[in-house]
């Protein structure tokens, strides 16, 4: 749970996937994110660089051979979303927690996915739960924030009134958490 962006593209020419990796690992070294170069070698079938800043979770640019899109871990549950019939097309769509590194940082990302996609992408989606990329409002990321931190705040003291119920039984635990949740609602 947290304030996430989801984003998926097609890059518009392979060829294009080491200006890309040279201007990140530039932007990555002037802000002091980390950031990590895959060049596709035998074993490896993604080619571009993921990266983080401070308190949040990896951001991937890192794309297949057809050129879309694509992280590692995605690349690795592909099996399991075949398996249990979920949509394969789910793999091509990033999903990366901005919730914990702050306001400033989302925005941040927001812009700098907004000039990636006019420069390298053929075609980009971005799904901001804090509605920065459509409406590039921080009074409205603000509040999208604000939401999320609250309820994180109201599970986490649930979650402490559970504590005491440590010894009962996982069905008692789940009427519990289920009357609190109610109690929450009203």
């Given amino acids: 749970m947290g304030l996430s962006i989801h984003y998926t593209g097609t890059i518009k ?5 080491p200006l890309l990796a040279a201007e990140m690992k530039d932007i990555c070294e002037s802000l002091g994110w980390d ?5 596709p070698g035998e074993e490896d079938t993604l080619e571009g660089v993921y990266f983080s ?28 979303l075949l398996q249990n019939g979920l949509d394969p097309e789910l793999i091509f769509t990033i999903s990366t927690k901005t919730q914990y590194a702050g306001i400033d940082v989302h925005i941040a990302l927001i812009r700098l996915f907004r000039y ?22 921080r009074e409205l990321l603000e509040q999208q924030f604000t939401r999320y931190e609250t309820a994180m705040a109201s599970m986490k003291e ?29």
Avoid: V
Avoid at 53 to 80: A, H, V, Y
Avoid at 158 to 186: F, N, V, W
């Fill in 35 to 39: 950031y990590h170069y895959f060049d």
């Fill in 116 to 137: 990636l996609k006019e420069k390298y992408f053929s075609d980009f989606e971005m799904n901001d739960e804090g509605g920065y990329w459509e409406s590039d409002e």
């Fill in 53 to 80: 800043p401070p308190e949040c979770e990896p951001l991937f640019l890192t794309f297949n051979k057809e050129g879309r899109l694509l992280s590692p871990i995605s690349q690795i549950t592909r099996d399991m």
């Fill in 158 to 186: 649930m979650l402490d009134q559970l504590k005491s119920a440590s010894q009962a039984s996982p069905e008692s635990i789940a009427c519990r958490i289920e009357e609190l949740l109610k109690k929450r609602k009203s």
């Fill in 13 to 17: 020419d392979k060829t294009l996937l």
